[in-house]
């Protein structure tokens, strides 16, 4: 046999039929469902008198629009509350089990899936949401979908696709101190542009991925889809394994070895070939922020917003002029002389518990600069929980973060938590796009302990001089 | 879906590269459980000010443009957020074909999905057409998808590729659940198996 990447093993295992026109209908072991994007697909369900094929392998939990309050009161906004109850309706009506707001498990939809187990190796998880990348992590192949294949996978179990490109990514060595998996992200897209992905799935393959915890990993594929790849994959191993073992969800007695024996089986074979490759050097990567209005706008917190004329591209050119406008930005400010407003930790990306420790690390014994308004929005009822009974709650609520309920949040402001037209936030989501946390706000993506470094200083500040 | 199958319209150049879902439908219009009434909100932060009167500036304000059912745009369009309210909102201000030199593969999906026609033509070719609308507004551009083509009379022809399955459905106004569904049978012995091979799942 031709030797197969990971990507390919697990798609040749899915496939239930080809056809001659190359189109593959393949199936769906995992499917997760939130507010936002199913309603409509499960209207369809209703109107043409179909049903959920597989309830059991269907997960719902509502994230986007919850607040982020004290969650015994009523949602005020009139349009949150209505999906959040057609949720509810939903899975009762079609029998889909739920995450319901006063649920402990209750979280964003990305966090909750690997956390429950419902996640696991070898697997195709699909979810309405771009983020789905994120359970690449677990050398799953998962992907967001829109929601008429929303309504497709819930009738059928299955998506009619076409086979993606391979692409692999290496990171070589040790990453330096106060370097994280979200610097290293970062810094792979500002590699391959915010569409150099496209039409891939991306393999993160090198030490630096192996030595990466599930929550790192998670990060990092989490953000695949900001370089335009559908997903992203990282080959199960021990720590894999270890994360899952004893999760609810997860595969016990007899069924957990015959799963580990299976995932086992699941990397690249020697030779695999791929359409394309990027390699880099862990020790060149350092704390990283994005400066423009696309993931791929980044640079090092050592160096200087760019200029126009940085950039060979004439439409890139222009795009640039745009976004220094839109970001407020002169061309040559030194990234560490920019002040900001507001500090954003949460989000599919980085509100795992590892990534609160981090941020309590920074903050332990300082305080928060004044004038600035900084929240923590933990990814689940259960990394809350955690957080607080480890004190990482305590020593954030000390240093004067706000401490809030789990959900999507400001990562893009479905709720309240949005910012004013104007103000400028460290975050540790996953996109800043114009108008993403805000109309007119500003965003910059950093890590959770870049963040609680800007949170402390008041402006963007290299966690390596704290 | 309705079927797509030659569109003759006038066509306008929006020429912004990374247009991404957030810039196509903002979040606040996400809330909605219906597919319809999205268009008027279609570029919203582009498209109206603070106070939300129309922004003259905008490409897809100016009279010449209003009304245009193609739209000629930069790289990477519809990237970001899976959100299917983009095309929605999309075909609702009453656009059925979109050409760029690139998609983001979400978008690009749910907008054949949706009886929405995307089209990747080179760079070069792009930016032709780019400066053809932008010089002639009341030009009439042809999209036939049997013939695969882009022509303005006999001005230019441009040809696309489309994926053979996607054609299928888009030219027929094909419901591809209903499609699947006659393959239960299939789908219920593939399902069988795995069971059995990998009774965890």
Redesign the interface.
Known sequence: MEPRTLYQKIWDDHV??Q?D?G?C?I?I?RHLVHE??S??AF??LRM?G?KVRKVE?TLAVMD??VPTTDRSKPIE?K??R??IE?LRQNCEEFGVQLFDLLDSRQGIVHIVGPEQGFT?PG?TIVC???HTSTHGAFGALAF??????V??VL????L?Q?PAKNMRVTVNGDLPVGVTAKDMILVIIGKMG??GG??HVIEYHGDAFKALSMDGRMTVCNMS?EG?A?AGLIAPDETTFKYLKGRPMA?QGA??D??IA?WKTLFSDEGAAYDKEIVIDASTITPTVTWGT?PEDVVSITGKVPAPSDFDDP??Q??VK?MLDYMGLTAGTKIQDIAIDKVFVGSCTNARIEDLREVAAIAKGKKVADGVGAMVVPGSGLVKAQAEAEGIADILIEAGFDWREPGCSMC???NPDQLE?GERCASTSN?N????QG?GGRTHLLSPAMAAAAAITGKLTDVRDL | MEAFTKLSARAAPLN???I?T??II???F??????TGLGVSAFY?LRYD?QGAENPDFILNKPEYKGAEILIT???FG??????HA?WAILDMGIRCIISS?????FF??SF??GILPIELPQKQVDALMKEVSDNPDAIIEVDLKKQTITRGNKFSYSFNV???RKRCLLGGLD??GL??Q??N??SE??KN?NTD????
């Open positions: 239930i039929e056809s026109d189109t209908l199936y072991d936002v994007t309603p409509q209207e369809g043409a179909r392998n986007h629009n906004e349009d949150s209505i999906q057609t696991q697997m309405g949401d771009s967001g979908i829109g929601t008429s294949e309504e497709h009738a059928t179990q299955t009619i076409s915010t569409a496209t039409g889809i335009g559908r595969p069924d957990w015959k799963a299976y696309t439409n890139k222009e795009s745009r893009l402001g479905m037209p996109r796009f114009e108008g993403r109309r | 912004m590269i990374n991404d957030d810039i903002p979040k606040q996400l809330k909605t459980v219906k597919r932060n603070d930069g790289e990477n990237c970001g957020s899976s959100r299917e095309p690139s998609f983001a593969d979400i999906n749910n999905k949706n994926d053979p399955f591809d659940i699947t569904m393959k239960n299939v789908i593939f399902e795995r990998k009774p965890w799942i």
